[in-house]
């Protein structure tokens, strides 16, 4: 019998065969393995989301072998509600099955009034953490990341916060995001020295944007630090969405704050149609073409996908199916990026 049998409160019973439905990779030098595919909560979680789909997305990436979800504070809208949603989702499926989940979330941005709501001070990333546990009603989180560099606060401050957190045990493990290769040697070194080494580091990073590769993940890779790649879709642009127009349901016209419509221009949209006939040539649509070709490298523990139907993200997860590109198919990618 089943620890899960026994949970009668709870609705779901994972998909028995779920972790043969997704490869591994171990996280930098870490004893920790994270599924090459991750689900990320930035969008399709909030309270004006539906949350009958929202908790059907969640159970259709766990039966599909995916263990780790991301989120941060100011996930939603409004900000918190990603959290809380998630909570409730854990709370009323997951509660059997929270050791084989890995679940992440952030400090960083702004999140509430005041001059200790934002950026990389210890009061505010241990207040919002304490915050994050309340809402997601978990005891800690398993990666717990500053969101962004913050030149106004002492980088010594800001890690030793993120020591501070796993020597509490509200976090098994800390992460950095968007921090330049300089600025993550120098957290990994602080770090290192604390005892608490960096585990992940969370880059944007995606067929058009691929600064990452001037000295990040020669930085990562020397220091011991995983990577899991977020935008890997560049906002719904690696897809053959906007190659007919554009979707009323599309996220450059429901939501113009991070995808403004005028952004994806004739050039673009150029691109867009050639890759994506190097994507049908793969047998591939363009979406999971550019994951997989995010995983071609080993240095990238995983990418983090969203997805607003279960359907969709079905889709997406079959990019594993063929990971392994030629040399002619890499130098044609690289001459249309080019032109």
């Known amino acids: 019998m089943s620890i899960n049998s026994l949970e009668t409160k709870e609705n779901y019973n994972a998909n028995s065969s779920r972790y043969d439905r997704m490869i591994y990779r171990r996280t930098g030098k870490s004893g920790l393995l994270l599924p090459i595919i991750s689900l990320g909560l930035w969008h399709n979680f ?31 809208p409004p900000y918190g509600a990603a959290e809380i949603n998630l909570g409730k989702i854990l709370e009323d499926n997951f509660k059997s099955y ?16 005041g001059p200790y709501g934002n950026f990389g001070s210890r009061k ?18 398993d990666i717990f990341y500053h969101h962004r560099p913050d030149s106004e606060t002492p980088i010594e401050e800001t890690m030793t916060a993120l020591d501070q957190v796993v020597r ?10 968007n921090y330049s290769p300089e600025e993550t040697l120098k957290a990994s070194k602080i770090l290192k ?80 149609s050639n890759l994506n006939l190097i994507a049908q040539s793969r047998g ?15 240095r990238i523990t995983s990418v983090l996908i969203g997805a607003s139907k279960k359907e969709q993200l079905l889709e997406n997860i079959k990019c594993i199916e063929n990971l392994k590109f030629s040399d002619e198919e890499l130098l044609n990618i690289d001459s249309v990026l080019n032109q």
């Open 193 to 272: 020295r604390l005892g608490t080494p960096c585990l992940i580091h969370q880059p944007k990073y995606n067929l058009f944007l691929r600064g990452v590769e001037d000295k990040l993940l020669d930085t990562l890779e020397n220091e011991g630090i995983g990577a899991i790649a977020f935008s890997p879709l560049y906002q719904g642009i690696l897809t053959d969405k906007y190659l007919k127009g554009f979707p009323k349901d599309s996220r450059a016209i429901r939501d113009g704050r991070f995808l403004k419509k005028e952004f994806i221009s004739s050039e673009i949209l150029k691109k867009v």
């Open 124 to 141: 505010y990333l241990i207040s919002s953490l304490d915050q994050s546990l309340q809402r997601m009603k978990l005891d800690y989180v």
């Open 46 to 76: 909030g309270f004006t989301d539906n949350f009958e789909n929202s908790t059907e997305i969640i159970k259709t990436a766990f039966d599909n072998g995916i263990t780790h979800f991301d989120l941060a504070n100011n996930y939603g």
């Open 98 to 113: 929270r050791d084989e989940l890995v679940i992440s979330t952030k400090a960083g941005y702004d999140m509430w009034e």
């Open 284 to 298: 591939q649509s363009l979406a999971q073409m550019a994951i997989s070709w995010l995983l071609k490298d080993e």
């Open 168 to 177: 509490q045990g509200k976090a098994l493990y800390v992460g950095i995001s």
